[in-house]
């Protein structure tokens, strides 16, 4: 009896002969081949180059089933998939482009989210994008959760095509559409969405596949034929969203899209609020259509993200207005949604003289009612300011989504310029607790005393490194709070990190260990690592409670003296030491928290101190007066930049700035 199929793969293939060998060989290195049934459904569409010999005789020696279908000529992408999906038997369906290398694991990754959700119907994952031909590497990560993939799927296409595992049941119900080719999938997934009650997420990083950019692909080639027909899959999946939820839209639902694809920021108020009615349509149609199938986490998640988005829109209403706060209706709604955490993400976005009264709004803010709505950052900085002011900006707007930052800056300035630099950007961040060094170990001990309002937590910062991607600080605490035995969460750190700059050494990476119900950490113990990763105390984005912190520094005067916490080079080297001795509770603790997938990255373009000799990179003239002018000329880093990188290493070289913007 011939065994059930469990995966069929389904690749159509258009003149690829130069990656199609790549593209078979990475299926068959599938882990799952030892655990499932899969099969192999190749479509050769009209192809010249040689690619159906290829299939042809790969076919002959196959170890699992393969199926080639020819069409004696080219009928684009949406026949060759239909095609192959209709002489598909696998309970599931995966796509695979000709010229794409999938991870070893994926199959196995993808059947594994399928068979423990059954409530979910398509999978995606992160990708890594690459030149043929070179080593350029950029990661596309995506949302994870199914609530925030259905709200982003409404701004642009939130899962990658060549990723996709679906239930064959979902192709049974919807197919590809031959007037959308180019945008067939984007098509395909509003469709789900709104014809059905399908639930869409994605795999969490690692990879599931290397993506390959050439000039021949699809989307290159016919990019705005892609974007065209986008907006029209988006216009229609937004006029029945309106209808279904008995409301009309304000303007026409092509107008709307046209704001809305690619996350565009609408230049005029009445299409901001256009986009911001179609927003929470979009929530009250999701809640209403799959409130039995979203689990609590993921109803919280997406109305969370719908917050955040309104909190874009809100920040875009004041500038195109020029308004204050109190006569603004999107302010207004996104504060009522959240009135005690949410203020801080605006705050970067905002001109400078509406930010006093955003200040003003935090004294206003309710009391933490719990140790996790709250954490206290100390961040440490000398001599550069335009540094700070980049941390400062990218930590709330990546940092400040789960519970509310209270800031504190311990600054010094070696010269009258770089003291009056701080000075301004004092009075640009009056979010933050300004702090100048007199005393350093004092006033640290003062910033980390509970009598000072010190939080339950502490974020240790430095001012040169950079956020660019979101990071549930809360999650991190409260998985802190139910495990007593994690010291530590080290946002820095992610497994791809494995050279440590300051020593110049290659790291042994620990075993990663899933903590339930959490997307964006790991758990590891430090002592089967090595470099950074058995480096607990870290000021550059480590998460410690506050307890541990006072213990330890405690500790360190005790085993090395005052003049240990006289610098901050000097603190973060005794701590080392501290947790290295075999003869103290610090040593025994090992457990630490760690990110997926990576955050931040610290940018060692210069040395301000002489306490240790930790190398940096010398790229560019970056001194400190160059930075200090990028600082007065209101230059920031361009974070698109970093966000589509993938380092090995914590501290990286690479100094990329936006360049001048009008009125800035």
């Known amino acids: ?29 599938q882990t799952y081949l030892e655990k499932g049934h899969c099969e192999l459904i190749a479509i050769n569409d009209g192809s010249t180059d040689g690619s159906l010999s290829i299939l042809e005789d790969y076919r002959k020696t196959c170890p699992i089933p393969m199926t080639v279908v020819n069409l004696a000529s080219n009928q684009g992408i949406v026949s060759a998939l239909n095609s192959g999906i209709a002489l598909s038997r696998g309970r599931f369906i995966a796509r695979m482009d000709a010229d794409d290398i999938c991870s070893c694991d994926r199959l196995e990754r993808q059947v594994a989210f399928l068979d423990t959700h059954p409530h979910v119907d398509v999978i995606g994952g992160a990708v890594l994008m690459f030149k043929h031909g070179t080593k350029l590497v950029k990661k596309v990560d995506a949302a994870t959760d199914c609530g925030t993939v259905l709200v ?33 999938d984007y098509r395909l997934w509003l469709r789900g969405i709104t014809d059905s009650d399908c639930l869409i997420a994605n795999l969490p990083p690692p990879h599931v596949l290397r993506l390959r950019k050439h000039s021949q692909n699809e989307s290159t080639a016919r990019s705005e034929v892609q974007k065209d027909r986008s907006r029209l899959a988006l216009a229609d999946a937004l006029a ?24 565009k920021s609408p230049s005029d108020l009445d299409a901001l609020h256009a986009v911001v009615e179609a927003l929470l349509a979009i929530e009250k149609f999701i809640l209403s259509s799959r409130a039995a199938k979203l689990s609590p986490s993921e109803i919280s998640s997406l109305r969370s993200h719908i917050t955040s988005r309104l909190g874009a829109y809100a920040a875009q209403e004041l500038k195109i207005a020029n308004m204050p706060t109190s006569e603004s209706p999107t302010w207004r709604l996104w504060l009522s949604r959240s009135p005690a955490s949410q203020w801080f993400n605006l705050v970067t976005s905002l001109a400078p003289e509406v930010q006093p009264s955003v200040s003003r709004l935090s004294a206003e803010a309710s009391e933490p009612s719990n140790s996790t709505d709250r954490v206290t950052v100390i961040c440490f900085s000398k001599d550069r300011a335009f540094q700070l002011k980049e941390y400062l900006r990218t930590l709330c707007l990546f940092c400040s989504g789960s519970c509310t930052l209270d800031i504190r800056v311990l600054w010094k300035a070696s010269t009258t310029r770089f003291r009056e630099s701080y000075l301004m950007l004092k009075s640009q961040f009056p979010i933050a607790s300004f702090v100048e060094e007199v005393q350093f170990s004092q006033q640290l001990l003062e910033l980390v005393d509970k009598r000072s309002g010190c939080a339950d937590f502490v974020l240790w910062g430095v001012d040169d490194v950079l956020w660019y991607q979101p990071v549930n600080v809360r999650e991190a605490m409260e998985i802190m709070n139910k495990d007593a035995s994690v010291l530590t969460a080290h946002f820095r750190l992610s497994p791809n990190i494995t050279y440590c700059h300051p020593s110049n050494a290659h790291s042994v990476l620990p075993p990663f260990e899933n903590v339930p119900e959490s997307e964006q950490f790991y758990m590891y113990d430090r002592t089967k690592a090595t470099e950074d990763w058995n480096y607990p105390f870290e000021l550059c984005a480590t998460l410690m409670r506050t307890a541990d912190v006072t213990s330890t520094l405690d500790s360190i005067r005790v085993w090395f003296g005052e003049d240990a916490l006289s610098h901050p080079n000097k603190l973060e080297v005794s701590g080392a030491r501290l947790f290295a001795k075999k003869h103290n509770d610090q040593h025994r603790l090992v457990k630490c928290l760690c990110m997926k997938s990576p955050v931040l990255s610290v940018i060692t373009i210069n040395r301000v101190q002489d306490v240790c000799e930790n190398r940096v990179y010398e790229e560019g003239d970056f001194n400190l007066e160059a930075l200090d002018d990028l600082f007065r000329g209101g230059r920031e880093f361009d974070l698109d930049f970093y966000k589509t990188q993938i380092f090995d290493a914590v501290h990286i070289g690479e100094c990329v700035i936006l360049p001048p913007q009008p009125g800035k």
């Open 1 to 29: 009896m011939e065994a059930s199929i469990d995966v069929s793969v389904v690749m159509p293939v258009f003149n690829a002969a130069d990656y199609l060998l790549e593209a078979l060989q990475s299926i068959l290195c």
């Open 152 to 184: 982003d799927m409404f701004f642009h296409c939130a899962i990658a095509h060549p990723t996709v595992m679906a239930r064959k049941a979902f192709y049974a119900r919807l197919g590809y559409e031959v007037d959308y080719s180019v945008a067939e």
């Open 240 to 263: 029945k969203v309106f209808s279904s939820t008995n409301s009309l839209p304000p303007m026409d639902c092509s107008i709307i899209a046209q704001h809305m694809f690619y996350d």
